[in-house]
């Protein structure tokens, strides 16, 4: 205790120095915390603009507050990239600036209906930053010129109080609310995956993704660091979560990556395929499965092509899960030139796995016949620094909490040789994740 007094207080003294520095750009400010929780850290900022990235390997990302801020209700590349290097050129250091980035499937219905305040794409340059990777955690401050006045700072140095206080708290392992489960009814997933299957024979599609939703009604509001902390346990899978305007959060448990950049290496993957965990690698092997995830792997390596000198893939392998086994392929690339990790994600996003092919008409098929939006479900989530290296990750196996209501989303590809009963049943799959850290699943 008398340790953690120590490092809280010179937390406050480096803050105090920080603050009477002149102000040139953003100003950042780092110092030593204590290590936390997912929930916990989570719940240490209980105000709306929270961000979190939680990967298997590599330091779990936290975001609260807001220094600048990105919001666009389109797909264009131009205008977020300037954002994004004013940002890096602002004096923060650049490798420190992280801006954690959520990006809806499609701009149909982004940032309207239950999905008001998650735009098409937005880009958060959090306040604070919290970082921690294997027991060691550091906490960031960005300041702008534009910020709010705060004569002696009083107000950074109580968010900072309230910050530590709930790091340091410990996690409450609060039983989930009693609730029910309504799905899609099956007249209307039988019409939309039927409508899919007729696509595809007709030649129009090789492959789509159709998607359901379900909703998850609770007897008390659903506590979004409770699901996260149970999230983050799900073995190779990045939890994520981003909070949004009217306390709606979007957060998940997704196996897979987008792709990720370090300097001018570029790795992705390629994940399509699933059958149940238990049914075995030969199951993985039917025409039907190989040929849904070798248009997805062709695909990509297509889009890199451009923007790479070379491009790998590896054969591809069983990834197990804890509910499901899928075929992934590993693709290394490359690049020509620095191409900023959000160029990347934008010319990747949507892949095959989650839309179809061809893609741009896929996309249109969907938005026009499922039941909803999807929002940022089957976008990516993720974030960059300030030389432009970062990681986006797939926004699956997720769904969006607002109040009492919990809506989870999954997906199915089809190609020749699907049915819409084996499809539902893979949707039925998918959801168990999502599920079990609701408490309503084993």
């Known amino acids: 205790m008398a340790r953690e007094r120590s490092t809280l207080a010179r937390a406050h003294e480096i803050l105090e120095r920080a603050l009477a520095t002149p102000r040139r750009g953003i100003l950042r400010a780092g110092m030593v915390a204590p290590a936390s929780t997912p929930g916990s850290a989570w719940l240490a900022w209980p105000e709306e603009a929270s961000a979190a990235y939680l990967p298997p390997e590599g330091p779990a990302l936290f975001g609260f507050g807001r220094a600048a801020e990105f919001r666009s209700s389109g797909r264009g590349i131009a205008a977020p990239l300037r954002w994004a290097r004013a940002v890096a050129r602002s004096g923060a250091p650049r490798e420190e600036s992280v801006v954690f980035c959520g990006c809806a499937f499609s701009p149909r219905g982004a940032g309207q209906g239950a999905w008001a305040g998650f735009p098409a794409l937005r880009l958060l340059l959090p306040r604070w930053t919290y970082r921690l990777e294997a027991e060691r955690a550091t906490l960031s401050l960005a ?30 392992a609060e039983a989930p609310p009693r609730a029910t489960l309504r799905q899609l009814p099956p007249r209307r997933w039988n019409a939309l995956a039927g409508g899919a299957l007729r696509a595809i024979s007709s030649g129009r599609f090789e492959k789509l993704v159709p998607a359901r939703s379900a909703v998850a009604r609770g007897a008390r509001r659903w506590e979004a660091g409770a699901v996260l902390q149970a999230l983050a346990r799900a073995p190779g899978c990045t939890a994520f979560a981003f909070q949004e305007e009217g306390r709606s959060t979007f957060i998940g448990a997704t196996p897979e990556r987008l792709v990720a950049r370090s300097g001018r290496r570029l790795l992705t ?14 199951d993985l092997q039917t025409a039907k499965t190989v040929n849904e995830h070798e248009l997805v792997a062709r695909e990509i390596v297509r889009r890199l092509r451009p923007v790479c000198s070379s491009v790998s893939r590896d054969p591809a392998v069983a990834r197990g899960l804890a509910d499901m086994v899928h075929l992934k392929t590993r693709i290394e690339g490359r ?34 016949n499922e039941a909803e939006p999807r929002g940022w479900y089957a976008g990516f989530v993720g974030w960059f620094d300030g030389t432009g290296d970062g990681e986006f990750s797939v926004a699956i196996r997720s769904g969006l909490l607002r109040g009492k209501e919990a809506r989870l989303f999954t997906g199915a590809g089809m190609v020749l040789g699907s049915t819409v009963a084996g499809e539902y049943d893979e949707t039925a799959l998918k959801q168990r994740p999502f599920l079990r850290a609701l408490g309503m699943a084993k």
């Open 143 to 172: 300041l702008t010129a534009s910020d709010p006045a705060d004569p002696g700072g009083r107000r950074l140095h109580d968010e900072l109080d309230r910050l530590w206080a709930g790091l340091v708290r410990p996690s409450v």
């Open 269 to 282: 993957e390629a994940l399509a395929g699933t059958v149940r965990r238990g049914e075995g690698y030969l």
């Open 335 to 368: 690049l020509r030139k620095n191409t900023h990790v959000l160029e990347l994600g934008l010319r990747l996003h949507p892949t095959p796995a989650v839309s179809g092919l061809p893609t741009r008409a896929a996309v249109r098929w969907l938005d026009a």
